[in-house]
């Protein structure tokens, strides 16, 4: 090789790393999105305000799956037989158009990014049934889908040019406020017959046609397999304008789930997704704090293998290359309740997350302290307190729904219902299972003095303060004494199951008085609610008063 080649293969390095690092230098995405509960009406909160996320340091906004523009094109460049003028079906696409774009004008006077998640694919259902492909939309490699897709792109962003991108799921398809379209996705876990072609098509329209970003997110379909991952990362090169979202944890938002071990892998931009009011976790309605554990990881997450990535700071430490941003859901998920009256703790840990997000290089600690001080102007001794209060609600919930060793099925309570726990086997695990659950009791009564012991800023700010923590006490006592009842009643022990029985109704009644107590605090949870809970708590303990 000659002196000049030498050179020019210098200067050729010297660039690729300069556009390395210009990426990694790039100010990170924060992103918030309200997830309203599908087939309800939207959340009232103040996170729907571009101009509050604003203020949070939040720059960009994603709006929900049913103000996605997705089901307020006409597809008229298409075909203008496929939502006729004066149709049913096109009077409601044009209103949802008319209220996205009231929602755009909003987030485009506070400068804000502007995303809309879309599950694909997704079509009007006149389209499918005129073109007759009812059995082959759902699948990318059709020639036909691939045309449609791209023409769907081509109007989302034509018809709603301040759309800066889209945020894409294939995972799962909600219909539920999408009276007049339909969804599916062929093989949405496999790489290359659905995952691959699908981002090859999308990045082609979007990336790289429109210079427009595109947030494909692997919830669903690649976030628990890290070989299929790796065979879409390899696949796809890397793009500017590409980022890959994944879920802090593996699987759904529940704790002792694993940290994802995606996360850090691979050659895409990441963009990390937490849900700020965790729909397993009471919605915000007692005191849960996830952002330390998200940032600093887990106390559940500390046995993991030293190889492993366990927290978003050590993947930011690790591969900032990789690092795009955070992206918090304030509020939603799930369906129901429980219905907050007051945000504080969804407030808590979506602003912590937007800050720690944008200013990597400070603790979480800072980070808190700042919300503590700017946020709820505490002072002197009560900041200390109001930190260990937030530190002893991840502790307390942990191990009053599972256990730090993962011990039950995290999907044994959620939304505003209970189900019959589901514990694992073993003499061992069960025990420890039950000692956490006291450990939890004392962790919440603990919370409930402190949050009693703190000079708050107002009457009201006490009120919540002090109504949530005893909400989550006497919340958590009645997943205690089901607990104890399912253990007795697997012992065969007829005198103890009695003996839970009882402390259940009185739990049970001492939780119903809460909102005669506390004016703010949310919907309760109730013994009747049977939906996506396979075997409904309260059932299950009328059946054993009889025995």
């Known amino acids: 090789m000659n002196k000049l080649n030498v050179i020019l293969v210098f200067f050729c390095v010297l660039g690729i790393k300069a556009i390395g690092q210009n990426q990694t230098n790039a100010a990170p995405l924060i992103l918030d999105m309200v997830h309203h509960n599908p087939g309800e009406a939207p959340y009232e909160s103040k996170y ?50 008319k209220q996205i774009k009231q929602m755009h004008a909003a987030c ?18 006149r389209l499918i049934e005129k073109y007759g492909i009812q059995e082959s939309f759902g699948n990318p490699n059709d020639t036909l889908t691939e045309k449609l897709v791209r023409a769907q792109i081509n109007e989302m962003f034509d018809q709603f040019p301040d759309l800066d991108g ?14 007049y379209h339909l969804g599916a996705i ?22 790289e046609k429109r210079d427009k970003q595109l947030i494909f997110r692997t919830w669903g379909a690649f976030d628990r397999n890290l070989k299929a991952y790796m065979k879409v990362s390899n696949a796809i090169e890397p793009h500017e304008n590409l980022i890959i979202s994944i879920k802090h944890c593996e699987g759904d938002f529940h704790r002792s789930n694993e940290f994802s071990k995606v996360i850090g892998q691979g050659r895409h931009r990441q963009i990390i997704e937490v849900q700020s009011a965790r729909e397993y976790e009471g919605k915000g309605a007692y005191p849960n704090y996830i952002a330390n ?11 993991m293998p030293e190889e492993r990535i366990n927290s978003i700071k050590e993947f930011v430490e690790t591969t900032p290359e990789l690092y795009a941003g955070v992206w918090t859901w304030s509020r939603g998920g799930g369906w129901d309740g429980p219905y907050v009256k007051d945000e504080l703790w969804c407030d808590l ?25 700017e946020r709820l102007n505490l002072k002197g001794d009560d900041i200390a307190k109001f930190r260990k209060l937030c530190l002893l609600s991840a502790e307390a919930v942990v191990r009053g729904r599972n256990s730090t060793y993962r011990d039950m099925n995290p999907w044994w309570t959620r939304d505003q219902g209970i189900a019959w726990p589901m514990v694992v086997k073993g003499d061992l695990e069960q025990d420890r299972n039950l000692v956490q659950k006291d450990e939890s009791i004392a962790k919440w009564k603990e919370i409930v003095k402190l949050a009693k012991s703190i000079d ?21 006592k009645i997943y205690r004494t089901l607990v104890y009842m399912k253990h007795a009643e697997g ?52 059946k054993l008063r009889s025995n």
Request: glycine share 4%; proline share 3%.
């Open 186 to 207: 062929d093989e949405k876990m496999n790489p290359e017959k659905t995952i691959i072609p699908l981002i090859k098509i999308l990045k082609e329209e979007i990336c």
């Open 456 to 476: 708050w800023q107002n009457d009201d700010t006490k009120n919540h303060a002090i109504g949530s923590a005893d909400y989550g006490l006497r919340l958590y």
């Open 108 to 125: 485009k006077e506070q400068n804000t990014a502007i995303y809309a998640m879309s599950d694909l694919v997704l079509f009007p259902k």
């Open 166 to 179: 889209l945020v894409v799921r294939i995972g799962e398809t909600y219909l539920h406020d999408a009276p």
């Open 349 to 373: 840990n979506s602003w912590v997350m937007a800050q720690w997000g944008q200013n990597t290089d400070k603790s979480e600690a800072f980070i808190f302290n700042r919300y503590a001080t």
């Open 48 to 97: 729907n305000n571009p101009a509050i996320i604003k203020e949070m340091g939040y720059n960009g906004k994603v709006y929900f799956l049913f103000e996605s523009p997705a089901l307020a094109i006409n597809w008229e460049s298409v075909d203008a037989d496929i939502l006729p003028k004066g149709s049913d079906d096109r009077k409601w696409v044009d209103e949802k158009a």
């Open 293 to 303: 554990g998200v940032i600093e990881g887990f106390e559940e997450h500390a046995r």
């Open 491 to 542: 012992k065969g022990d007829t005198k103890k199951v009695k003996k839970w029985i009882k402390a259940y109704d009185k739990a049970w009644k001492d939780y119903n008085k809460l909102a005669k107590k506390y004016s703010s605090i949310a919907t309760l949870y109730t013994q009747e609610y049977k939906r996506h809970i396979a075997n409904n708590a309260h059932l299950k303990v009328n």
